[in-house]
């Protein structure tokens, strides 16, 4: 989340109720807007699709077809989303930003050309309607795109203009598939169209609003191949943290409660719509941790390295250490807090609204989000403590909690498969339990040898960047200046 605290400061600095309300309302669609969109999106289509008249089969078919086509470029981008980060927040710091926009093109084109083919097979062995595979195929495209420019939105301040984007795609989305549904055009084709629309005003409004903040762009686009070799673990981490968290959903489309649609869309909504839901109980410590990060932390970070960089006496250096750590672990316990005071709300109110309000949740589908919604307090309490090891750039540290999560989750689901439905859910909390607690092992053991890791660590001499990648890029360049 680098580059968007300073306007986070300036916005929570008022205490005036409104402008903590203002504040909160900013942060939250810049950092969870894409989740948010996502969700809206599935909820509106399948509305629009109900009151068109479409059968339980073709709502099926829309709803997997939306899911598949976001969820897996999700997983594909993410794989580069923690090497982006660094990258950029690399050149920010170097002032180099006339390297951003390249890189950001060079990853969408990487990302395109490894994961357009594929997903082309895959619809191929599917067997999908041409029409709804040419849809499938664009709005998996444009989602790449999208997802990949949020790595890079997230240094751009102009909050009114991202939100005027995001609603502005919202309701073209919805806009254009009543009107096609009204027009009594095929309704699943209609509204994947609109589905298309949304994301393509999503990624036309970032591409103004991140053009208009970065200088046009100079040196090759994928520059940023060389940050693999320089920190080859964060795609390791990216990786197994979104497999992580979405394993369970993929194992459970193949349980008692799943179901095949087509081809291979596989679905489960008996356990899909209860871990939508429970997904939704973690936005609070999603906003929460990055305000408090930006806001609260990293003034008691930025003090203790300036004064390891600039000379500062040791008793200053202790100090401000000693600052740094009470504030993380404030932070972290006030975030767990907040997500427990949720997560009750949630098991004990919110499952009894949703059993009274008639909308087809049955008591195994509470039973599941009241279990899911405990997993998710954990996931986010541990891909907290994840992220600020990020934060001090412990790579290696924070691959553990993340090979945690996906490892046991894997396991533990596919163990729960043979089991009642009774004991669906639980191989998930029992992963993001464990995943926070090797987290919490890692930082407490990374913060407790802090001087060392800071500098015995380093290298004497400075050591050439080497690698496969630093090859290829150093290729690439000598053909551009020919």
């Given at each position: 989340m680098a580059g968007i605290g300073f306007e986070l400061k300036k916005l929570f600095s008022d205490n005036s109720i409104f402008m903590k309300l203002r504040a909160n309302l900013f942060s939250s669609v810049v950092i969870a807007g894409p989740m948010i969109m996502g969700a809206l999106l599935l909820i509106g289509v399948k509305f629009i699709a109900v009151r068109g008249g479409a059968s339980l089969h073709e709502q099926d078919v829309l709803i997997v077809v939306i899911t598949y086509s976001l969820l897996f470029s999700l997983?594909?981008?993410n794989t580069l989303s923690y090497v982006l980060s660094r990258y950029v927040a690399d050149m920010v710091y170097t002032d180099q930003y006339a390297r951003i926009l390249p890189s950001m093109y060079g990853s969408i084109g990487l990302l395109l050309f490894l994961g357009a083919p594929a997903w082309a097979v895959f619809l191929f062995i599917s067997k999908l309607p041409l029409s709804y595979s040419i849809f499938s195929f664009s709005l998996f495209c444009l989602a790449i795109v999208v997802w990949t420019q949020i790595s890079y939105i997230t240094d751009i301040k102009r909050y009114k203009e991202i939100i005027i984007g995001?609603?502005?795609?919202?309701i073209s989305s919805f806009t254009t598939g009543y009107l096609l549904v009204l027009n009594k055009q095929d309704i699943v084709g209609s509204l994947l169209v609109a589905a298309?629309?949304?994301?393509?005003?999503?990624m036309i409004t970032y591409t103004f609003v991140l053009h208009r903040h970065f200088p046009n762009g100079e040196g090759i686009s994928l520059k940023f191949l060389e940050w693999i070799n320089k920190f080859p673990h964060l795609p390791y981490v990216g990786f197994f943290t979104s497999a992580g968290i979405f394993v369970h959903l993929m194992l459970m489309w193949h349980s008692p409660l799943g179901d095949q649609v087509q081809g291979l869309f596989y679905h489960?909504?008996?356990?899909?719509i209860p871990a939508l839901f429970g997904f939704f109980t973690i936005l609070v410590s999603t906003v929460n941790f990055v305000t408090s990060l930006e806001v609260n932390f990293y003034p008691k970070y930025k003090l203790y390295f300036s004064l390891l960089n600039e000379g500062g006496s040791l008793n200053d250096i202790e100090k401000a250490k000693d600052e740094m750590l009470t504030v993380l672990k404030q932070e972290l316990l006030y975030l767990s807090m907040r997500q427990i005071f949720v997560t009750v709300i949630s098991i004990?109110?919110?499952?009894?609204i949703l059993t009274l309000v008639g909308i087809g949740f049955t008591s195994t589908m509470i039973g599941l989000f009241r279990v899911l919604c405990?997993?998710?307090?954990?996931?986010?309490?541990?891909?907290?403590v994840l992220l600020y090891l990020l934060y001090f750039s412990a790579d290696k540290a924070a691959l553990y909690p993340a090979l945690t999560l996906f490892s046991l989750n894997l396991i533990g689901t596919y163990l729960t498969l043979s089991m009642p439905p009774n004991y669906y859910g639980f191989g998930f909390v029992v992963a993001a339990f464990a995943m926070f607690i090797v987290g919490w092992w890692k930082l407490v053991s990374f913060t407790r040898h802090l001087?060392?890791?800071?500098?015995?660590q380093q290298p004497i001499?400075?050591?050439?960047?080497?690698?496969?990648f630093v090859n290829l890029v150093k290729r690439l360049e000598s053909r551009d200046n020919i």
């Amino acid at each position: 989340m680098a580059g968007i605290g300073f306007e986070l400061k300036k916005l929570f600095s008022d205490n005036s109720i409104f402008m903590k309300l203002r504040a909160n309302l900013f942060s939250s669609v810049v950092i969870a807007g894409p989740m948010i969109m996502g969700a809206l999106l599935l909820i509106g289509v399948k509305f629009i699709a109900v009151r068109g008249g479409a059968s339980l089969h073709e709502q099926d078919v829309l709803i997997v077809v939306i899911t598949y086509s976001l969820l897996f470029s999700l997983l594909l981008i993410n794989t580069l989303s923690y090497v982006l980060s660094r990258y950029v927040a690399d050149m920010v710091y170097t002032d180099q930003y006339a390297r951003i926009l390249p890189s950001m093109y060079g990853s969408i084109g990487l990302l395109l050309f490894l994961g357009a083919p594929a997903w082309a097979v895959f619809l191929f062995i599917s067997k999908l309607p041409l029409s709804y595979s040419i849809f499938s195929f664009s709005l998996f495209c444009l989602a790449i795109v999208v997802w990949t420019q949020i790595s890079y939105i997230t240094d751009i301040k102009r909050y009114k203009e991202i939100i005027i984007g995001f609603a502005s795609g919202i309701i073209s989305s919805f806009t254009t598939g009543y009107l096609l549904v009204l027009n009594k055009q095929d309704i699943v084709g209609s509204l994947l169209v609109a589905a298309c629309v949304g994301y393509g005003i999503i990624m036309i409004t970032y591409t103004f609003v991140l053009h208009r903040h970065f200088p046009n762009g100079e040196g090759i686009s994928l520059k940023f191949l060389e940050w693999i070799n320089k920190f080859p673990h964060l795609p390791y981490v990216g990786f197994f943290t979104s497999a992580g968290i979405f394993v369970h959903l993929m194992l459970m489309w193949h349980s008692p409660l799943g179901d095949q649609v087509q081809g291979l869309f596989y679905h489960a909504p008996a356990h899909d719509i209860p871990a939508l839901f429970g997904f939704f109980t973690i936005l609070v410590s999603t906003v929460n941790f990055v305000t408090s990060l930006e806001v609260n932390f990293y003034p008691k970070y930025k003090l203790y390295f300036s004064l390891l960089n600039e000379g500062g006496s040791l008793n200053d250096i202790e100090k401000a250490k000693d600052e740094m750590l009470t504030v993380l672990k404030q932070e972290l316990l006030y975030l767990s807090m907040r997500q427990i005071f949720v997560t009750v709300i949630s098991i004990v109110m919110i499952a009894e609204i949703l059993t009274l309000v008639g909308i087809g949740f049955t008591s195994t589908m509470i039973g599941l989000f009241r279990v899911l919604c405990v997993g998710y307090a954990f996931y986010a309490v541990g891909n907290t403590v994840l992220l600020y090891l990020l934060y001090f750039s412990a790579d290696k540290a924070a691959l553990y909690p993340a090979l945690t999560l996906f490892s046991l989750n894997l396991i533990g689901t596919y163990l729960t498969l043979s089991m009642p439905p009774n004991y669906y859910g639980f191989g998930f909390v029992v992963a993001a339990f464990a995943m926070f607690i090797v987290g919490w092992w890692k930082l407490v053991s990374f913060t407790r040898h802090l001087e060392y890791h800071v500098f015995c660590q380093q290298p004497i001499f400075i050591q050439p960047n080497k690698g496969i990648f630093v090859n290829l890029v150093k290729r690439l360049e000598s053909r551009d200046n020919i």
